[in-house]
C-alpha cells in the first residue's frame, strides 16, 4: 500500500468481539505520530464486548451490529464504513466471519490477527491444538483477509517458544502480549512498501 506525505493519517476501523486488548493497544500506537493510522470507528457484533470501554475512554466512534442477520448487518456496516470514510479495516478478536461479497467491497483493505504461526492453526482453540502436538513454538501472525479462513497474504508473524507447563490459558497469554507490538509494526510495515 503506498502512501503518507506525513499530513494526514489512514482512517481505520477497529472491529471486535471480546475483551479488547488488541484494540487498547491499536488505539495507544494510532495516538503516535509513527502511526500511518488513525481509529475512527469501533465495530462490534457483541453488545457486551468488554472492549467497548475503549470507545468511551478514548471517545471513539462505536457501533453495534447483530449477526444473527449477517447479510444485514454486514450492509449497515458498509453504510457506517463508507460515511466515516473508512479506509482500512484491523480485525482484532472479531469472532465473526465476513461474507465474501463484504471482503470484495474493502479488497486488500482488511487484516486481522491470528494467535497461531499461520498457516498452522487457523480457526478456533489454536492454543490447544498446539500443545497436543507437542509444538516447540508457536506465535501470532497478522495478515491479510481473504474470503478464505485466515489464508490471506502473511504480513508478520513473531515465534512465541512453548514451555512444557504452558497451558493454552498460558500461552494464550504469552502470545497476547506479543500480538500487541506484532499489530502496529505489521502496520507500519504495509504502509511504509
Ligand atoms: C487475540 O488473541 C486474537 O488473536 C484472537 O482473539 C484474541 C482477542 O483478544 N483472534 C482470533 O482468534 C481470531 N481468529 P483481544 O480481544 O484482547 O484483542
Known sequence: MVLSTGLSKFKAAVFISGTGSNLKSLIRFSKTKKSPISISLIVTNNSKAKGLDFANTYKIKKKIYNFKKKKLAEKKILLELKKNKIQI?????????????????????????????????????????????????????????????????????????????????????????????????????????
Do not use: W
Open 89 to 193: 479495516i484491523c480485525l482484532a478478536g472479531f469472532m465473526k466471519i465476513l461474507s465474501k461479497s463484504f471482503i470484495n467491497n474493502f479488497k486488500g483493505k482488511i487484516l486481522n490477527i491470528h494467535p497461531s504461526l499461520l498457516p498452522k492453526y487457523k480457526g478456533l482453540n489454536t492454543h490447544q491444538r498446539a500443545l497436543d502436538k507437542k509444538e516447540k513454538y508457536s506465535g501470532c501472525t497478522v495478515h491479510y483477509v481473504t474470503s478464505k479462513l485466515d489464508s490471506g497474504k502473511i504480513i508478520l508473524q513473531t515465534q512465541v517458544k512453548i514451555d512444557k507447563k504452558d497451558t493454552p490459558k498460558s500461552l494464550a497469554k504469552k502470545i497476547l502480549k506479543q500480538e500487541h507490538k506484532l499489530y502496529p509494526k505489521a502496520l507500519l510495515k504495509i504502509f511504509s512498501l
